[in-house]
């Protein structure tokens, strides 16, 4: 290929928050024409900070950026509009009751008149070319996740952006879905346009971009030909040391292996009358991690919450098993209940939620505070026991390493990955009989997650039965004993981890798929 | 019988006040501002409208001299000044330092109608006349000029053509308030601001700008409510705490014309009729009847706070964001 243009060039970034974190440091990066550049990092390495300084939403505190060979300062998105830079941001910046037309124009003032029409047609043949599907009638409100990001990508081409941004494109999309991404992205490029992906799939990497540029931990830790390079270079990359991509899966074998949950016939229904669970049977075991797999929004959340006594599902049963002596079983009907009739009951259930700030934790209260959500109904006096919390919190900061001011501190003001260790902290400091989460690595670096998989595998040695709900098909396959698939609420099977593959469970995943579109 | 031709007329100048008022703050809440000043910035730009006229009127050595142009201009021009004012308040305490809305509207409220009665009270110590009232009788025929030929047509007249230029004035502005809304470029901008600031921001829409120009555009459209009705309805004539509750009927009217200003111009004719309908509908001699009749506005606002939060259509929400301070750089 010829020699390519040089599209961006980004000189010693440099951008710190409130002097306390130092997102970038002095971070160098090159963006040809008609190339797509994977940008890498793990979380908290600064790519989205380096690319919201690109792309006008940040200003960085030093640095230079040159478009085209220029100089130039971007202040707002709309300087990088206005220099061709547009980036589709995690969280879409859509308004949800517009249509997709309206979206497009939003904020364009061309001094013309305000023609919502000829905008169709231009939005037409934008589509023509790239081989994009958007209705633009449509309101953005019943779109489906990969449409709204159809708009957004739409909305950037139609600013005519040469260079765009695009923050974590396929973590929402399904397999096919993010495919059809793909070919979008190698006809901008073949139209010359520059493409920046940022992610942290290293399968998307090798597969989509041309070169890749490396973050660590706020630094620029080189660049590489795609062609050149595997997983195990760039993961060496991204972390700075040789680390293992190993997980463990220590063999546990209870003393007395039983059944703890048994779900018969659940069908759950969302208030607006969709089925999220229809049917779905199966066991946990006591000593076991049983992995759900499942495309997002498959029912995992509804699934988990039945058993959390947080839904009330339409027909089926959740039942305990509080012990069996030979044949004889002693169990209890957890349908019907709520939390704290549940925990009456004796049972020591945990979850951990995919929200976690939502409904996990507290933002506003204290480290200290929010141990006591779950001990708070302890004891007879009328006044709460705020000793027990505290030493809670201490143990929890002390033995995961959270990085915290002190227990005084609120939660919200904590990284991502600290909040999730006081949550899960907090959830297995009960020495629960069954642990439930969703998601407790998503958002985590490499580090954080292993030292969450390390805790599930504690409670999984002290005989708990584990659900851990996730997305990475690598992780399910290599921490879990069994795993369950889901697939439009229903289950599609439930396979050996030891046995089973990555194709072999993506297939189950969208197994039932076709009817819908 | 009841008196249609008598009963529409009044109806319809109990709810100019209030449609005044829905306009502004439907334009108000679009920018993601939730006013609820409203009662207090009408209280205010009555007063201010009040005291131009007062002091213009005083000023005239001889009831003669009074120049009908000048007596429309001053009520008006203070009125907005006034009514402008509280808005710049409410934006520089919500928009520039973030300050919580409810409270900020509910402190303007406060702060607007004690500024009515302080100011009204003074100018009746002024006068010092005997009833606790001021009239601006000269002032009021002015604001109360009708169109000479149609007023005149009978029953016709009566129900189209028998009020005040502000009248007009109010029903105009409504219908231009949609059109801009649904069908400018400001107006897409706005909606944006109200429904997801970070979107707007994201596009190059300067949220600021459009908040306090919203708000104030939106107070100074209120202002006129009050104005209108001590001008228009009271016969100019001011009594403190005449003017009552209307500025959270409007308010209620926002949610009853679910933010499109089109249907506020029926719903606020609807609610003046509710208003006064206990005068047209015979209670006999028993006053708790005709209380309970009076309730009808409220009772109707209550049902219809019930019927709209059962029925959840999305296009019939309030803008997303509303009541929720924008920062950039919040995550």
Same mark, same amino acid.
């Given at each position: 290929m010829a020699e390519k243009q040089l599209a961006v060039r980004m000189r010693g970034i440099t951008k710190d928050f409130a002097g306390k974190v130092l997102a970038n440091d002095n971070v160098d990066l090159d963006v040809y024409h008609g190339e797509i550049l994977a940008l890498l990092g793990e979380n908290g390495s600064g790519k989205t900070t380096l690319m919201n300084s690109l792309a006008g939403i940040y200003f960085p505190d030093s640095g230079t950026i040159e478009i085209d060979g220029e100089k130039v300062s971007i202040a707002s998105p709309k300087d990088a509009f206005d220099h061709g830079i547009g980036m589709v941001h995690q969280h879409f910046k859509l308004v949800n009751v517009f249509t997709a037309l309206e979206n497009i124009v939003l904020g364009i003032n061309d001094g013309g008149k305000y023609d919502l029409s000829a905008a169709a047609e231009k939005v037409r043949q934008i589509c023509d070319t790239y081989g994009f599907d958007v /209705?633009?009638?449509?309101k953005v409100c019943d779109m489906s996740v990969s449409q709204k990001q159809t708009v957004e990508i739409v909305k950037l081409l139609y600013r005519g952006v040469d260079t765009l941004i695009l923050d974590e494109p396929t973590a929402v999309l399904t397999p096919q879905e993010a495919d059809r991404l793909f070919d979008v992205m190698r006809n901008m490029r073949a139209e010359g346009k520059s493409v920046i992906i940022i992610t942290h799939k290293l399968n998307e990497v090798l597969s989509i971009s041309d070169r890749v540029a490396v973050l660590r931990k706020g630094t620029f830790a080189g660049e590489v030909l795609t062609a050149e390079t595997n997983a195990q270079e760039l993961t060496d990359m991204m972390v700075g040391h040789s680390v293992s991509l190993n997980i463990d899966r220590p063999e546990s074998r209870p003393r007395h292996r039983m059944e703890r949950i048994r779900v018969k016939n659940l069908t759950v229904r969302d208030h607006e009358g969709v089925t999220k669970l229809d049917d779905v049977s199966f066991s946990t075991y006591n000593g076991e991690i049983l992995g759900i797999a499942g495309i997002? *929004?498959? *029912?995992q959340k509804e699934l988990l919450e039945s058993i959390a006594g947080l839904q009330r599902p339409e027909s089926g049963s959740v039942e305990y098993v509080v012990n069996t002596v030979g044949e004889l079983e002693e169990v209890e009907q957890l349908v019907g209940m709520d939390p704290v009739k549940i925990a009456e009951l004796g049972i020591v259930l945990s979850f951990v939620p995919e929200d976690r700030l939502g409904m996990?934790?507290? *933002? /506003?209260?204290?480290l200290a505070d929010n141990m006591m959500l779950r001990s708070y109904r302890n004891g007879t006096s009328p006044f709460v026991d705020r000793k027990a919390p505290r030493q809670l919190a201490e143990r929890v900061v002390d033995e995961l390493a959270v990085k915290t001011p002190g227990i005084d501190t609120a939660v919200s003001s904590l990284s991502g990955g600290n909040v999730q260790k006081i949550l899960v902290g907090r959830e297995i400091a009960s020495a629960p009989t069954v642990l439930l989460c969703a998601y407790v690595v998503r958002g985590l670096d490499v580090g954080s997650s292993h030292l969450i998989y390390d805790l599930l595998n504690r409670q999984k040695g002290n005989g708990a039965s584990v659900v851990f709900v996730g997305e990475d098909l690598d992780v399910l396959l290599e921490l879990c004993d069994r795993i369950l698939v889901l697939c439009g609420g229903k289950v599609s099977g439930i396979v050996d981890a030891r046995t089973a593959t990555k194709a072999q469970l993506g297939l189950m995943m969208t197994k039932m798929e076709g009817g819908e579109a | 019988m009841f008196d249609l031709v008598g009963f529409i007329p009044r109806a319809v100048a109990q709810g100019i006040p209030l449609l005044f008022g829905c306009t502004g703050e439907i334009i108000t809440e679009k920018s993601g501002n939730l006013n609820l000043g409203i009662p207090g910035v009408m209280y205010v730009g009555a007063m201010s409208g009040v005291m131009g006229s007062f002091f213009y009127e005083s000023s005239l050595a001889d009831p003669a001299q009074f120049n009908a142009l000048l007596g429309f201009l001053i009520p008006v021009l203070c009125c907005l000044l006034g009514s402008l004012l509280m808005g710049l308040i409410y934006c520089f305490l919500t928009v520039t330092l973030r300050a919580n809305q409810n409270v900020t509207g509910l402190a303007l409220t406060t702060f607007g109608v004690g500024f009515g009665n302080f100011f009204g009270g003074s100018l009746i110590a002024l006068t010092g006349s005997d009833v606790p009232s001021i009239a601006l009788g000269t002032t009021s025929s002015v604001f109360r000029t009708t169109i000479p030929v149609l007023s005149g047509l009978g029953w016709f007249g009566e129900i &189209? &053509?028998?009020?005040?230029?502000l009248a007009y004035l109010a029903i105009a502005t409504a219908l231009v308030a949609s059109q801009v809304l649904l069908n400018t470029r400001v107006g897409l901008e706005l909606r944006a601001v109200g429904e997801s600031p970070a979107t707007a921001d994201a596009a190059g829409i300067d949220i600021t700008r459009y908040k306090y120009i919203a708000t104030c555009v939106g107070c100074m459209i209120a202002g006129l409510g009050g104005l209108y009705y001590v001008m228009d309805y009271a016969n100019g004539v001011w009594s403190n705490d005449a003017f009552g509750d209307r500025g959270w009927l409007a308010i209620a009217l926002v949610i009853f014309s679910v933010w499109r200003p089109t249907l506020a111009i029926p719903s606020s004719i609807l609610f003046g009729g509710l208003y006064i309908l206990y005068l047209y509908i015979p209670t006999g001699s028993d006053s708790a009847i005709r209380e309970i009749y009076k309730m009808l506005p409220y009772v109707v606002t209550i049902l219809v706070l019930v019927v709209s939060s059962m029925r959840n259509s999305r296009e019939n929400q309030?803008?997303?964001?509303?009541g929720l301070p924008y920062f950039r750089e919040d995550r």
């Amino acid at each position: 290929m010829a020699e390519k243009q040089l599209a961006v060039r980004m000189r010693g970034i440099t951008k710190d928050f409130a002097g306390k974190v130092l997102a970038n440091d002095n971070v160098d990066l090159d963006v040809y024409h008609g190339e797509i550049l994977a940008l890498l990092g793990e979380n908290g390495s600064g790519k989205t900070t380096l690319m919201n300084s690109l792309a006008g939403i940040y200003f960085p505190d030093s640095g230079t950026i040159e478009i085209d060979g220029e100089k130039v300062s971007i202040a707002s998105p709309k300087d990088a509009f206005d220099h061709g830079i547009g980036m589709v941001h995690q969280h879409f910046k859509l308004v949800n009751v517009f249509t997709a037309l309206e979206n497009i124009v939003l904020g364009i003032n061309d001094g013309g008149k305000y023609d919502l029409s000829a905008a169709a047609e231009k939005v037409r043949q934008i589509c023509d070319t790239y081989g994009f599907d958007v /209705n633009p009638k449509q309101k953005v409100c019943d779109m489906s996740v990969s449409q709204k990001q159809t708009v957004e990508i739409v909305k950037l081409l139609y600013r005519g952006v040469d260079t765009l941004i695009l923050d974590e494109p396929t973590a929402v999309l399904t397999p096919q879905e993010a495919d059809r991404l793909f070919d979008v992205m190698r006809n901008m490029r073949a139209e010359g346009k520059s493409v920046i992906i940022i992610t942290h799939k290293l399968n998307e990497v090798l597969s989509i971009s041309d070169r890749v540029a490396v973050l660590r931990k706020g630094t620029f830790a080189g660049e590489v030909l795609t062609a050149e390079t595997n997983a195990q270079e760039l993961t060496d990359m991204m972390v700075g040391h040789s680390v293992s991509l190993n997980i463990d899966r220590p063999e546990s074998r209870p003393r007395h292996r039983m059944e703890r949950i048994r779900v018969k016939n659940l069908t759950v229904r969302d208030h607006e009358g969709v089925t999220k669970l229809d049917d779905v049977s199966f066991s946990t075991y006591n000593g076991e991690i049983l992995g759900i797999a499942g495309i997002s *929004g498959s *029912g995992q959340k509804e699934l988990l919450e039945s058993i959390a006594g947080l839904q009330r599902p339409e027909s089926g049963s959740v039942e305990y098993v509080v012990n069996t002596v030979g044949e004889l079983e002693e169990v209890e009907q957890l349908v019907g209940m709520d939390p704290v009739k549940i925990a009456e009951l004796g049972i020591v259930l945990s979850f951990v939620p995919e929200d976690r700030l939502g409904m996990g934790l507290v *933002g /506003n209260m204290d480290l200290a505070d929010n141990m006591m959500l779950r001990s708070y109904r302890n004891g007879t006096s009328p006044f709460v026991d705020r000793k027990a919390p505290r030493q809670l919190a201490e143990r929890v900061v002390d033995e995961l390493a959270v990085k915290t001011p002190g227990i005084d501190t609120a939660v919200s003001s904590l990284s991502g990955g600290n909040v999730q260790k006081i949550l899960v902290g907090r959830e297995i400091a009960s020495a629960p009989t069954v642990l439930l989460c969703a998601y407790v690595v998503r958002g985590l670096d490499v580090g954080s997650s292993h030292l969450i998989y390390d805790l599930l595998n504690r409670q999984k040695g002290n005989g708990a039965s584990v659900v851990f709900v996730g997305e990475d098909l690598d992780v399910l396959l290599e921490l879990c004993d069994r795993i369950l698939v889901l697939c439009g609420g229903k289950v599609s099977g439930i396979v050996d981890a030891r046995t089973a593959t990555k194709a072999q469970l993506g297939l189950m995943m969208t197994k039932m798929e076709g009817g819908e579109a | 019988m009841f008196d249609l031709v008598g009963f529409i007329p009044r109806a319809v100048a109990q709810g100019i006040p209030l449609l005044f008022g829905c306009t502004g703050e439907i334009i108000t809440e679009k920018s993601g501002n939730l006013n609820l000043g409203i009662p207090g910035v009408m209280y205010v730009g009555a007063m201010s409208g009040v005291m131009g006229s007062f002091f213009y009127e005083s000023s005239l050595a001889d009831p003669a001299q009074f120049n009908a142009l000048l007596g429309f201009l001053i009520p008006v021009l203070c009125c907005l000044l006034g009514s402008l004012l509280m808005g710049l308040i409410y934006c520089f305490l919500t928009v520039t330092l973030r300050a919580n809305q409810n409270v900020t509207g509910l402190a303007l409220t406060t702060f607007g109608v004690g500024f009515g009665n302080f100011f009204g009270g003074s100018l009746i110590a002024l006068t010092g006349s005997d009833v606790p009232s001021i009239a601006l009788g000269t002032t009021s025929s002015v604001f109360r000029t009708t169109i000479p030929v149609l007023s005149g047509l009978g029953w016709f007249g009566e129900i &189209f &053509f028998s009020y005040g230029f502000l009248a007009y004035l109010a029903i105009a502005t409504a219908l231009v308030a949609s059109q801009v809304l649904l069908n400018t470029r400001v107006g897409l901008e706005l909606r944006a601001v109200g429904e997801s600031p970070a979107t707007a921001d994201a596009a190059g829409i300067d949220i600021t700008r459009y908040k306090y120009i919203a708000t104030c555009v939106g107070c100074m459209i209120a202002g006129l409510g009050g104005l209108y009705y001590v001008m228009d309805y009271a016969n100019g004539v001011w009594s403190n705490d005449a003017f009552g509750d209307r500025g959270w009927l409007a308010i209620a009217l926002v949610i009853f014309s679910v933010w499109r200003p089109t249907l506020a111009i029926p719903s606020s004719i609807l609610f003046g009729g509710l208003y006064i309908l206990y005068l047209y509908i015979p209670t006999g001699s028993d006053s708790a009847i005709r209380e309970i009749y009076k309730m009808l506005p409220y009772v109707v606002t209550i049902l219809v706070l019930v019927v709209s939060s059962m029925r959840n259509s999305r296009e019939n929400q309030p803008p997303e964001s509303l009541g929720l301070p924008y920062f950039r750089e919040d995550r």
